[in-house]
């Protein structure tokens, strides 16, 4: 069988593929060209991350794709439906970037509550000429022991997330439409231990909160969690923290909130409108950016390509055994 890994695989991940039999290519090919290169090259395995689309186009336009790997949580980039309709199995890792996103939240959150995300903007340019300034407007930061974490959505990253969070001393409630956990499970000096988290409404999350974590997609409809509504009734002077997909919040309203202080600083990982967000998010002097790399650490690319081989491998061996 072909494998094409369209954004990337790990090394060892590929070097696993090939050697349980696979043809494995990495090169990648824009999307434009993407359809004929991969019915022209006989690809049997199409991996994506998030830059690829895998659209009803795409799929009809491979009839020999057999599966379809999304290295990572979401699947909004791919169009799962039509894909099983067509008989193109379709798979992903959700538990193998859960601990990089989580760190991610937590250094972004670190970074808003100290200062540290306009420090960084203004200390190459104004640091040497007006040094003392800087140090009075940024020193009113605060500690995040002893404040409240709001989650947005309680699966494994959320969790993970959570971990992070009791782990600095921060209170976790959280809101989601399954979870019902009372506490989690974390580690500390070697030891496990459980500590208490609460389950909320969202609008009492949105009143107890200091900072708030996405961890869920837009809802079903396309609106977003967090709208207009919703940011009217924030704890004033929250932080907020997307690291889910830039549908999960209305920048247009969170922008209306950051410029009229209810919300104190933002930060997004995730845009609307990726790979070219818009400029006056990018511009706005109280939000910490980062370019989609929640899940892009070297070890959870090492974990997603693990997980990948083996989804792989077992749906060879399972279209084997069918034919056997």
């Known amino acids: 069988m072909r494998v094409h890994a369209n954004d990337g695989i790990s090394k060892d991940g590929?070097?696993?593929?090939?050697?349980?039999?696979?043809?494995?290519?990495?090169t990648n090919v824009p999307q434009d060209q993407l359809a004929a290169y991969l019915d022209k090259e006989g690809v049997d395995v199409l991996l994506v991350r998030s830059a690829t689309k895998v659209r009803k186009d795409l799929i009809d336009a491979c009839p020999g794709l057999k599966l379809?790997?999304?290295?990572?949580?979401?699947?909004?980039?791919?169009?799962?439906?039509?894909?099983?309709?067509?008989?193109?199995?379709?798979?992903?890792t959700p538990g193998s970037s859960s601990i990089s996103v989580a760190e991610l939240v937590m250094a972004?959150?670190?970074?808003?509550?100290?200062?540290?995300?306009?420090?960084?903007?203004s200390m190459p340019t104004e640091g040497s000429a007006r040094f003392k300034e800087l140090k009075k407007e940024y020193e009113k930061g605060s500690e995040v022991r002893g404040k409240t974490l709001g989650?947005?959505?309680?699966?494994?990253?959320?969790?993970?997330?959570?971990?992070?969070?009791?782990?600095?001393?921060?209170?976790?409630?959280?809101?989601d439409n399954h979870a019902t956990a009372e506490s989690i499970e974390l580690e500390v000096g070697g030891q496990p231990i459980r500590v208490g988290v609460k389950l909320v409404s969202l609008d009492e999350l949105l009143a107890l909160s200091d900072a708030i974590s996405l961890h869920v997609p837009a809802q079903p409809d396309g609106s977003p969690v967090l709208g207009a509504e919703e940011l009217k009734r924030v704890k004033p002077g929250v932080f907020i923290v997307n690291?889910?997909?830039?549908?999960?919040?209305?920048?247009?309203?969170?922008?209306?909130?950051?410029n009229d202080g209810r919300v104190k600083a933002a930060a997004l990982d995730v845009f609307t409108n990726e790979p070219t967000p818009r400029e006056d998010l990018l511009k706005h002097p109280r939000i910490s950016l980062s370019?989609?790399?929640?899940?892009?650490?070297?070890?959870?690319?090492?974990?997603?390509?693990?997980?990948?081989?083996?989804?792989i491998i077992a749906f060879r061996d399972s279209v084997a055994a069918e034919k056997a």
Not at 246 to 253: K, N, P, T, Y
Not at 291 to 311: K, M, N, S, W, Y
Request: proline residues 1%; contains cysteine; aromatic residues 6%.
């Open 14 to 26: 590929a070097a696993r593929l090939q050697e349980e039999g696979f043809t494995v290519t990495t």
């Open 68 to 92: 379809i790997g999304r290295g990572g949580v979401g699947l909004d980039n791919i169009d799962t439906a039509h894909a099983k309709a067509r008989g193109v199995a379709v798979v992903n």
């Open 108 to 121: 972004h959150l670190t970074g808003l509550m100290r200062n540290l995300y306009a420090a960084n903007r």
């Open 151 to 175: 989650i947005i959505g309680f699966g494994r990253i959320g969790q993970w997330t959570a971990r992070y969070a009791l782990g600095a001393g921060m209170k976790v409630v959280y809101t």
């Open 243 to 258: 690291t889910a997909r830039g549908g999960s919040i209305d920048e247009q309203a969170l922008l209306d909130a950051l």
């Open 291 to 311: 370019p989609h790399i929640g899940a892009a650490t070297a070890e959870a690319q090492g974990r997603v390509g693990d997980e990948l081989c083996d989804l």
